[in-house]
């Protein structure tokens, strides 16, 4: 499981918080990486219509703001070469800042550094 139901809740929180006030800047919530590559991922909260789609920081070598697909990360493990090795969780990630500055902050450097 890559978001245990505790930041579920909160990503799902912050979505509606997201919703009523788009000007919204939350911390992130939870880092994924790709331990075979260089995608990572700080996703701030999910999309309350449809908690499938989170949105943070994403960098999959071009850092940007965006949504992304939980169903589609986790499938990754699936792909051929791969021996089943899937994204995980950064479980030692301790957010500090809003996901504006992280972001701030990746564009300057051309990617994610926490």
């Known amino acids: ?4 139901d505790e930041q579920r809740a909160t990503m799902l929180a912050n979505g509606r918080e997201y919703a009523r ?4 800047d ?5 880092k994924l990486f790709d ?10 909260d999910l999309d309350p ?5 989170a949105s943070g920081l994403c960098d999959l070598g071009f850092p940007e703001l965006g949504s ?3 169903s589609e990360i986790e499938s990754i493990k699936t792909v051929p070469n791969r021996r089943g090795i899937g994204i995980e969780q950064d479980r030692f990630f301790r957010p500090t800042r809003p ?4 972001a701030d902050e990746a564009r300057r450097n051309q990617r994610i550094s926490v």
């Open 21 to 24: 006030n788009p000007a919204f």
């Open 99 to 102: 996901i504006s500055e992280y």
């Open 49 to 53: 219509d449809d908690p499938d789609i």
């Open 35 to 44: 331990p075979l590559g260089s995608g990572t991922w700080l996703l701030t």
């Open 1 to 4: 499981m890559l978001i245990t």
């Open 26 to 30: 939350p911390v992130p919530v939870v």
């Open 68 to 70: 992304v697909r939980i």
